[in-house]
């Protein structure tokens, strides 16, 4: 019993560290595409935040550079995105697509022209060039309390900042979007702009607003895999989790605590995975590594597909607004 509920614990902490780069950035999208702009570039945001992020902390020797670093580089992108959607009236999806490759092409660029590592970053090895865990008050004594020990020690305790500040940043969307005057103007963009705009309110600030909003968060998100996660930046290093991210946008239907937990299931999908490998299963033999690594990306084709019901997106999503004279 003892065993099984640390094994437990273990599990549910490796899918909650897996799943906070998701959280982060499919809150991103909640905002953005809450005031009306679809955002499908999370993905590059991501990427050149985790880049941006890494080389700064080489450079700097300190994580919260990096983090820094990662934000601004992440801002950079969304303000493009923000440009081309609402000053330009530009297809936003085109634009959000475009990110994307700039990013991918950019990352891969820069870093084999700075490091000559095919895009790599050095190993960030210094202590204080990543965010390290942090072990709560009496983690150690209650490691033997059958139960709560092992969840307190592994589940609650020892996790970096970033993974404290994702969960934080749940219920505060979810205060800011239903219970502050910001929240409801934000909504209300994505669903009526024009009622907005009578109401003498800016909607292309609010919408500018989102979108910086969603370069911060994906700024959190692409720091965490290069700094929190791993120790380094690696071409691609997101492997599609922008994407996984909006799948489980749509899944929670634009909802703060449903995003997350959508976002846990794929983090712990992601666990069993890595937990699963070289398994021997009866009558099946060891389960294929490319088969249990498909799993997270076989259940967003999955929820993509419509098997989540109707999820019915901000009414205004995606249609740029003209300012009637």
């Not at 599990?11 to 955002?39: H, K, M, N, T, Y």
Request: glycine share 12%; aromatic share 8%.
């Amino acid at each position: 019993m003892a065993d099984a509920v640390a094994a437990a614990a273990l599990i549910l902490a490796s899918s909650l560290r897996l799943s906070v780069p998701l959280i982060f950035a499919c809150l991103a999208g909640l905002w953005s595409e809450r005031a009306g702009i679809f955002d499908i570039g999370l993905e590059g945001k991501m990427l050149a935040a985790a880049f941006a992020a890494a080389a700064a902390a080489d450079a700097s020797g300190s994580a919260a550079v990096g983090l820094a670093a990662g934000i601004a580089a992440s801002l950079a992108f969304a303000l493009a995105h923000g440009f081309a959607s609402i000053d330009a009236r530009g297809n936003q999806i085109v634009s959000g697509a475009a990110v994307n490759m700039l990013a991918a092409g950019l990352t891969a660029a820069v870093g084999n022209a700075w490091y000559g590592q095919g895009g790599r970053t050095p190993q960030l090895t210094a202590p204080a060039s990543r965010f390290g865990d942090i072990a709560w008050p009496g983690a150690e004594a209650v490691r033997a309390v059958p139960v709560l020990g092992p969840l307190y020690r592994d589940l609650v305790s020892g996790h970096d900042v970033l993974t404290y500040l994702a969960l934080a940043a749940v219920p505060l969307t979810a205060f800011v979007l239903y219970r502050t005057r910001f929240g409801l103007r934000l909504r209300a963009t994505g669903e009526n702009p024009a009622a907005v705009d009578t109401a003498g309110v800016s909607v292309r600030g609010i919408r500018y607003a989102a979108v910086l909003i969603a370069g911060v968060l994906c700024g959190f998100a692409g720091t965490y895999l290069s700094v929190g996660q791993a120790a380094g930046f690696l071409t691609g290093m997101t492997a599609g989790k922008g994407f996984i991210a909006l799948a489980a946008l749509v899944f929670a239907k634009w909802r703060p605590w449903p995003a997350l937990a959508t976002c846990f299931l794929f983090g712990f999908l992601d666990a069993a995975a890595i937990r699963l490998q070289g398994t021997v299963l009866p009558g099946i033999g060891e389960v294929p590594v490319q088969a249990i690594q498909a799993l997270p990306y076989l259940l967003t084709v999955v929820l993509l597909a419509g098997f989540i019901g109707r999820a019915v997106p901000p009414r205004a999503g995606g249609i740029p607004y003209t300012k009637e004279r």
